[in-house]
């Protein structure tokens, strides 16, 4: 351990520590009791996709998004997200067809690939446009590959520069192998996702009902989940806000031949996308943490990051745990915290092209091939045991779990961090391979029958638990709400769509 991560660890006071937030962003597609895709639209009884702060959808109209408030303990964090899909359940199963969220990151069975519908967000300039942005990304990459879910970690701390939030991230980017090792839960995958693509997966049993790889972690976050060969050609460095920022901004102003041709719209008149740039949108540019600012109505991410700096970072690199109800646990959550203290305090050194290109491969070698014994990473242009050394920065992690428990009067922290340093000496314990083991012994290799019994399990563990009036009337006035801002943004609209579009797509709005 260096001396200025003691030096940290020493100087953290609880008052500081009860300054800690987090919040989370839960995505799951909407499936039918035989495991495919709903087509449905999005059930009127959640409110107004557009405009609900809890309930949203994120690429398909079949895709919700569930997101928390931001919360002073994990606790409090987790019982508000068990709320939401408390509520959310009910009104999935009031419907005739008896839809369930799905449970795993990998999807369920899919409709060919134009049939995936894209989120509906109303008539109204702004609504329009994230659904003409959805049609975007659907061109630039294909719907499948936009129907994986996963879970944002969206966390702070009080008193935390721009320029400490990028060191975080630097170091975060270094170590995210040991949250892919640790978390990982999706090696295996319905042959409909990879149906005419080149992929390396291996048939489980007949491969008929299901592929994987036999060491994989997350092959969400492989080569066959959030990749694009156009952002390969980004190098965006970390080292600074303003070096980020103008990364951003080139790749939100650079025409991209390919986009180009693809047009803005069609011969129909019809918007294929918002822009023909690398990236569309900010949100489009792929990562396993991102720098965040709350953004003011109309104001671009970019805009926001440049005038008043980061306010916090979202974790984007966790899969859907499909043994817990909600998609993870308060343990998960615990060493999530505990390890973005190890990234924020502990030193980091600016990166380099060269590094950022090992990150790139050490994510790949975890996600495919991370219980494979003896799997080496590289670590400063040299070859290094995956296990070796994520225990090295775990057992760092111990004195800020004890630090966290004694703020907190607990051992949940140093309990669930010695969980994990006991999972790099027995891979058998991650939850990937429990998936694989439950897969193949309970489940004769089918996918989705097994992923669908998770979602059935959770679904009524869920509705089991007490849900009273008043939370049912809080929610429903929520949906309520939501729907009149919708159409108090739509009536409120003065200006044709192709204007609204030119000026938020204008370089003048990134700042």
């Not at 879970?151 to 400490?164: D, F, Q, R």
């Not at 999972?423 to 992923?451: C, H, M, W």
């Not at 579009?501 to 204008?506: F, G, H, K, T």
Request: hydrophobic share 35%.
């Amino acid at each position: 351990m260096t001396k200025l991560l003691q030096q940290h660890i020493a100087n953290l006071s609880q008052e500081r520590l009860a300054g800690m937030r987090r919040g989370i962003e839960k995505e799951g597609l909407r499936a039918l009791s035989n495991g495919s895709l709903a087509l449905t639209p999005h059930p009127q009884a959640l409110g107004s996709a557009f405009t609900h702060s809890r309930i949203t959808t994120d690429f398909s109209e079949s895709q919700l998004e569930l997101v928390t408030g931001v919360h002073p303990s994990v606790q409090a964090c987790l019982d508000e997200l068990g709320e939401v899909h408390q509520f959310v359940h009910r009104a999935l199963t009031s419907q005739t067809n008896q839809e369930t969220m799905w449970a795993a990151s990998m999807p369920c069975s899919l409709p060919t690939d134009e049939t995936i519908p894209l989120g509906r967000y109303g008539s109204s300039n702004s609504g329009r446009s994230k659904s003409v942005y959805r049609m975007g990304l659907g061109h630039r990459y294909g719907r499948r590959m936009q129907t994986i879910s996963g879970i944002h970690y969206n966390w702070s701390l009080p008193g935390v520069t721009s320029e400490e939030y990028f060191g975080l991230i630097r170091n975060f980017r270094r170590h995210a192998f040991i949250l892919l090792y640790l978390f990982g839960a999706s090696p295996a995958l319905c042959p409909c996702f990879v149906e005419g693509r080149q992929h390396s997966l291996q048939p489980l049993g007949d491969g008929k009902r299901a592929l994987y790889l036999p060491y994989a972690t997350s092959l969400r976050m492989g080569r066959l989940g959030y990749q694009s060969d156009a952002q390969a050609t980004l190098a965006v460095s970390y080292n600074g806000l303003e070096g980020y920022a103008n990364s951003l901004h080139e790749a939100l102003t650079r025409p991209y031949p390919a986009y180009e041709t693809i047009g803005i719209r069609n011969p129909g008149g019809e918007y294929n996308q918002l822009g023909t740039s690398l990236l569309q949108i900010e949100n489009e540019f792929y990562g396993t943490i991102r720098p965040k600012r709350v953004v003011k109505s109309g104001e671009r991410p970019l805009h926001a990051l440049r005038e008043r700096g980061v306010e916090y970072v979202e974790v984007r690199l966790m899969d859907l745990n499909p043994f817990e109800s909600v998609g993870i646990s308060t343990d998960t959550m615990r060493v999530l915290d505990v390890f973005l203290l190890h990234c924020l305090f502990s030193d980091s050194p600016p990166d380099t092209p060269a590094e950022i290109a090992d990150l790139k491969n050490n994510q790949h070698l975890t996600a495919e091939r991370g219980r494979e014994p003896g799997l080496q990473l590289v670590r400063g242009g040299k070859n290094v045991s995956l296990s070796d050394w994520g225990q090295q920065v775990l057992e760092e992690c111990l004195p800020i779990a004890a630090a966290l428990d004694a703020a907190e009067g607990s051992n949940a922290h140093t309990a669930a961090l010695q969980a994990s340093l006991d999972a790099f000496q027995s891979p058998d314990k991650t939850p990937s391979a429990q998936v694989l083991r439950e897969l193949t012994q309970q489940y004769g290799n089918d996918f989705i029958a097994q992923t669908l019994a998770h979602s059935e399990a959770a679904r009524d563990e869920l509705m089991a638990r007490e849900w009273t009036t008043e939370q049912h009337q809080r929610y429903v006035e929520m949906s309520e709400a939501s729907e009149a801002a919708q159409r108090a943004i739509e009536k409120a609209d003065d200006m044709p769509f192709e204007a609204w579009r030119e000026r938020y797509m204008s370089v003048e709005g990134l700042g």
